[in-house]
């Protein structure tokens, strides 16, 4: 019988779709009919999971699940509900999209998880007493220190100057200055448990 131009058969199916007379074999797990679906069709179908994912090994992926699919549920194909290769067309669109859906799933998790880690509590009552504790030790050493050593530091690591200011500033030789400072340090050093 001929409806709207189409030949059909009594069971509403189109005689002339191919894809449809393989997915019949196929869902009688019929392997000839379906490695002469997947030769039919894998290539298109790939074109278009990939034009979908951009990815080629992830469209490889998803091209073997479109066509486990198709395997598996052969039988659910009805041929007077559409084409054959619409079927397929349809499962490997669907399947594209569930990989894009779950891997922005995939990173949105991610981002959550990282900006919930970056968002550690910060103990700043604590560090504050650290901070402190560490600065009485500095200035206890720093006293224990002879003046002319203890007002080269000062100077250099409070005040900001180089060795050469600080040198004009006290009206003593550089190198005398330099002197002072690197034994100063050492002796700060050694008072306050640090290994060189």
Known sequence: MVIDGVHVSDDGSDPTDPVADLLERIASA???????????????VFGLIRRVLVDPSQSEEVLQEVFLEIWQSASRFTPNKGQGRSWVLTIAHRRAVDRVRSAQSSADRDARIGLRDLDVAH???????????EGQRVTRALKGLPEPQREALTLAYFGGYSQS???ALVGAPLGTVKTRMRDGLSRLRTEMGVQK
């Open 30 to 44: 019929d392997q000839a009919a379906f490695a002469q679906l997947y030769d039919m069709l894998s290539s298109r």
């Open 165 to 167: 200011e600080i040198a």
């Open 123 to 133: 103990d700043g009552v604590s560090e504050h007493v650290e901070l402190k504790i």
